[in-house]
């Protein structure tokens, strides 16, 4: 016998929050893992892609804090084009990006880098680069 759960009702108000984002349907995701499978920044990521999803659908927000995985996602898109299910993870990344800057959390600081990395580094790239890891 088959238990029909409704995934809605299951819902925090976190998962509601990045899907309204995102416009995503996070619930549909099934953990086939072909967005890891297929994810070129995954060799850097702490935490695979299919596992922040299932961490933001357990509501897990502080663990997907923690992560640097957030952060590498390059948002080629290629997670969403080989998802069975239709989820394009690259928005819930950029959903999850949201949130945690809304917090006013920096997760790069001007102060800790190398004045010769500052130097080398085009002014474009740090602007931009800011614009995505600082609050």
């Given amino acids: 016998m ?6 809605k009702k299951l819902c925090s108000e976190f998962v ?15 953990q086939c893992g072909k967005c890891s499978a297929g994810c070129p920044m995954v060799f850097a990521m702490d935490i695979l892609p299919n596992q922040i999803i299932r961490l933001v659908q357990l509501g897990l927000d502080e663990e997907i804090g923690k992560s640097k995985t957030i952060w590498l996602c390059a948002s080629c898109i290629t997670c969403g084009a080989r998802c069975p299910r239709g989820v394009d993870l ?10 945690t800057l809304r917090k006013n959390e920096d997760t790069v600081e001007l102060s ?3 004045q010769e990395t500052i130097k080398e580094l085009p002014q474009i790239a740090l602007v931009s680069g800011f614009r995505k890891f600082t609050g």
């Fill in 112 to 114: 800790k880098m190398a």
């Fill in 90 to 99: 690259s928005k819930v990344m950029e959903a999850l990006r949201q949130l």
């Fill in 16 to 30: 509601k929050k990045i899907e309204e984002i995102s416009g995503q349907d996070l619930m549909s995701c099934y």
């Fill in 2 to 7: 088959r238990v029909k759960l409704d995934s």
